[in-house]
């Protein structure tokens, strides 16, 4: 007759078998999911690349218009300054007068 300890080896033998296995399986899948994985990011790439140029030129553009509009900004206050000036030197001419 087989004693406890002996069966309890066996057992425990023929669980790691099968965790082995398992593991074993596991890792193939993750393997494959991996590579999966990084041909999507390869495609991604290739297709981003492509709109590097347009990137760049939306950039360039928004650069642009920032230095157009803080031109105008600065026109126009400089205008608007003027203005205000010059009604307060005639303010101060009609005092003075």
Known sequence: MIDASTFLLVFLGILCSIL???LIVLSVK???TINRVNRIIE??????SKF???FSLVDILT??????SDKLVDGISYVIRRLFVRKSKRKEEE???
Do not use: G, H, T, Y
């Open 63 to 68: 650069d642009n218009m920032a230095l157009v």
């Open 52 to 54: 590097d140029k347009a």
């Open 20 to 22: 082995l296995v398992v």
């Open 95 to 97: 005092i003075n007068e």
């Open 43 to 48: 495609e991604v790439d290739v297709k981003l």
């Open 30 to 32: 993750l393997i494959d």
